[in-house]
């Protein structure tokens, strides 16, 4: 073997180790590259990964290292959240990203991102998509994880067959994939904390950061508002939806006050129709 072939050989053990988290990303997004696709292999996990760019590898280790390189730049750009190749406004919503744990998303973004040239306001759009659908998503447990790769994987090859990106393709085929508004209301009254603390984490900062601050009402009685806040979050007051939304529905009666318990309290989302602001209250029995 020529010290050319052993550099080769070495490398390529490198690499293979340096992308075994984030290798898998590079070959879901460009399968339909007819030079990355790997027979009998439509989709790569941590198990197949190493046959898959030891395939690769020996096919054309020179091109395919170049197309790993030039995907890993990429792919820096979205989990290195301070990474000055993105604007300000798309490093501000992959913190969002990253703070809702969507990792799954990745895989579309690193296709779009890389072969569809995106802007900055096309971009922040899109993320800020990923970052509501993993809101509700994470709230209802609908899809479930075990086919949310799958999910990302079919929206990179409707993008491929669609030969151009098309952010409405994305979002409505996404919302197909969710229980729907109903049953994430019906979430938002329940023990969420308890469900998914991350989540409701997520939801309070963001509705702090939109209001300003969250008002907490405490004291030995108070009431419960069990309403969905984070409507107000995803269609937002300066949305040309909410502004519809706005004319066409009359006021509705506040919820109906609810005790709890301390011992079984719930941490509820309330948003106040009459204020128009999102808030959060709860109570603390004596007994």
């Not at 075994?20 to 590079?26: C, E, M, Q, R, V």
């Not at 800020?128 to 609908?142: E, Q, S």
């Not at 409701?200 to 209001?211: G, M, P, Q, V, W």
């Amino acid at each position: 073997m020529s010290i050319k072939s052993k550099l080769i050989a070495v490398l390529a053990l490198v690499t293979v180790f340096m992308f075994y988290l984030a290798g898998d990303n590079f070959y879901n997004a460009y399968k339909n590259d007819k030079s990355i696709a790997v027979p009998k292999k439509q989709k790569a996990t941590r198990s197949n990964i190493i046959d898959i760019y030891t395939t690769l590898i020996k096919l054309d280790a020179s091109s395919f290292f170049d197309k790993l390189y030039n995907s890993s730049e990429y792919y820096n750009r979205l989990i290195n959240l301070g990474n000055e190749s993105n604007s300000r406004e798309v490093r501000s919503s992959l913190i969002d990203l990253y703070n809702i744990s969507a990792a799954p998303s990745y895989v579309l973004l690193l296709y779009v991102f890389e072969k569809l040239q995106l802007s900055d306001n096309q971009k922040v759009e899109l993320i800020d998509y990923m970052v509501k659908f993993f809101v509700v998503r994470h709230i209802t447990n609908t899809p479930p994880t075990r086919d949310l790769d799958n999910i990302f994987i079919e929206v990179i090859s409707m993008l491929h067959n669609n030969n151009g990106y098309d952010f409405e393709l994305i979002s409505n085929f996404l919302k197909e994939k969710t229980s729907g508004f109903d049953n994430f209301k019906n979430k938002l009254s329940g023990s969420i904390y308890d469900e998914n603390s991350g989540a409701t984490r997520f939801i309070l900062c963001k509705i702090e950061d939109a209001n300003g601050q969250i008002t907490i009402l405490a004291g030995i009685a108070g009431t419960i508002w069990a309403a969905s806040a984070v409507h107000s979050y995803l269609n937002g007051p300066g949305s040309e939806k909410k502004k519809r939304e706005k004319k066409e529905k009359k006021a509705e009666p506040e919820p109906a006050v609810e005790e709890q318990a301390l011992s079984r309290a719930d941490i509820n989302l309330a948003y106040d129709p009459t204020l128009q602001q999102a808030q959060l209250k709860f109570s603390v029995p004596l007994n």
